[in-house]
């Protein structure tokens, strides 16, 4: 498993676009594919962390190479967590 978020939005409340975190996230996974191979690349779980929140988070996880997101400042509200932690694909 490995985590992507772009230093720039670290504590900045600013989230990427969903085309940039796929962006990131498609280039970890395709490193992971030239070092390793595809089959390791395809089992490999590429989470997008960067002010992901209930209004963002659809648009974030339709992305192909994003797996999962990682809650950091949306965690300190619960019934925001909530959202999140029980959000499901349509």
Known sequence: MIAYEPSWAIGSGQ???AAQAE???YLIRQTIA???GDPVANEMRVLYGGS???DNIAEIMAKP???GVL???AS???ETYLKLVNYQQA
């Open 65 to 67: 190479n994003i797996d």
């Open 76 to 78: 300190l509200d619960a």
């Open 23 to 25: 962006e990131g996230c």
């Open 15 to 17: 989230s990427a676009s």
């Open 71 to 73: 809650a950091g400042g």
């Open 34 to 36: 030239d070092l390793y």
């Open 52 to 54: 992901v929140n209930p």
